[in-house]
């Protein structure tokens, strides 16, 4: 007596045709794939860049951000400080405003360092909390190095770097955990003016509030009162002073759409010419009673394999690319990604419903093939 | 609508036409043929005279363009709908001249294909296919793909599917066109004996008198005729 197995079930006839024509079936799965990468690996960034601005805003337990209302990149806002100070001394929910100014420098080979303008002697309220190494700024020529900047300059405490042609004193290494700030360097505030020569201006306050102040209703009282103030209480408000990260989820989509639309007709291509080279198959599976939907959903079946197995190569790339793209130098500063089960999913949606969409015209012709002439045809 | 069903005919044909090229070729000239149920017979007759045609006409997968055509209770002339699928599925079983096996399957799976289509339990489908390569002496063959089998096994195989749904009526093309002369003879004592035991409705087409002499009534057909 033969062994046992089990039935033959479309699933297995699916399974056994796509394995039939692997080199076929891996590239139109790398296809669909890519369109999944995009997905997985644009969002694991944008997640990442999401995160890292959320944990920026409500560093050391500071509750808002204070910019310039009415400007198109955060890193643009213009506030005057002392202007700016006087007005937080009117509002009693405000312990204390912490008085930042943001500017790119180029730091020895690091062509992009984000660098934090910080007053000396608010100490007290700033990262010095995270230092992992020597102490916080005791001089307007000494400098705090983010650890993620450190490693990438090779620098440590004692060591000297040069902006420009002026050489600083590291004073100190830190460490947050957030990128943005691990890939900045720390000036004093009056250097960090002169060096760009915004004398008087920082881009921002962080506000230290009161225990019981509600920081949504805050911002929303501030900034009626100060229109020329765009208060910031988590990721969310930031559109107010930045729209980098509504245009990178934009990105996202658009970039996802055209790979996986692509995708789409790879599988029309593929199943069209798998369907020409088994007229005759399809042929006897309608001459041995199978009914055109049934031709259909094997067709479909088939394009659908095609999709999981392009979303699963698609996802491990996603996170080989996303993770490799944040070892780069010249990002490694910026980018943390970081993974929610949303974008696998919205990839996995996507990825299995445009395959079935690109089956649609192959297998309404399987469906269409005549069971006489096909076991006529060669 | 379906003719209702009469227990002694399997086929009834009047005046079957089946043109090609527009009308220049008249595969199938108004033909009347009448089968009981349980009876074998022989279609002969030079190439291109149209037995296959008639054949496929009968198994649902040619239509006709003029006539009436009733088999096994399903009117198969002047409807759309999916009489000639459900007809397949149900009431016949067909064998080709070339074994038309998907290259694919194994012998087991290839048995299977039709009890899919029939809406059959994955169980019931695996136990049928096991009995059938079992009756048909390939058991031990059944996890061989096409191309591992001989002529006469994969024929013999797509006698199996032909079977898988227990059809009352067989329809063979050329069965034994392409075997040799010692497999062809085996071939058609398992046919026989199939049909014996099944007391299935045999119509096989071949231009062979020895495979003709085997069935209780002969039909000669000449340019699309019976003659």
Known sequence: MMDGGSALTPLKMTLRNLIRRPMRTSLTALGVGVGVVAIVAFSAIVLGLRGSTDASIHMNDAGLLVFQAGIAADILSALDEDDTRRKLAEIPEVRFGLASLWHLLRVEQQPFCLALGLRIEDAEWTEHEDLIAGRYLASNDEVLLGSVLSKLLDKGVGDTIRIGSEPYRVAGVFHTGVVFNDGAIIVSLPRLQQLANKKGQATTFQLYLADDADPYALAERMEARFPEWAVVADVNQYDKVDHGLAMADSLVWAVSFVALVVGSLIVTNTMWMSVLERTREIGVLRAVGWSPGGIVRLIVLEAVGVGVLGLAVGCVLGVVLAETTALMPVTQQFIDPQYDWAPFLRAAVIAVALSALGAVLPAWRASRISPAEALRYE | MNDPPDRNVMV????????????????????????????????????????????????????????????????????????????????????????????????????????????????????????????????????????????????????????????????????????????????????????????????????????????????????????
């Open chain 2, 12 to 227: 009834s044909t009047r005046g079957l036409v089946r043109h090609f090229e527009g009308g220049r070729v008249r595969a199938v000239d108004g033909v009347d043929l009448e089968v009981a149920a349980g009876e074998s017979v022989a279609i002969c007759g030079p190439s291109g005279c149209g037995k296959t045609t008639l054949l496929n006409l009968i198994a649902g997968i040619e239509r006709a363009d003029a006539g009436t055509l009733s088999v096994g209770g399903f009117r198969l002339t002047g409807r759309s709908d999916g009489a000639p699928d459900e007809l397949r599925r149900s009431v016949v079983g067909l064998v080709f001249q070339l074994h038309n096996l998907l290259p694919n399957l194994t012998a087991l799976e290839n048995v299977q294909i039709p009890m899919i289509a029939a809406g059959l339990a994955p169980r019931l489908r695996h136990e049928r296919g096991v009995s059938l390569l079992d009756r048909i002496g390939l058991a031990a063959r059944a996890h061989a793909r096409p191309p591992m089998l001989s002529g006469g096994e994969r024929q013999r195989v797509a006698i199996a599917r032909a079977m898988a749904n227990e059809p009352p009526l067989l329809l063979a093309d050329e069965p034994t066109g392409a075997l040799d002369s010692r497999n062809g003879q085996r071939l058609l004592d398992l046919l026989s004996q199939l049909q014996r035991d099944t007391h299935t409705t045999l119509i096989i087409v071949t231009h062979d008198a020895a495979v003709a002499s085997r069935a209780d009534r002969t039909i000669q057909m000449l340019d699309g005729r019976i003659v």
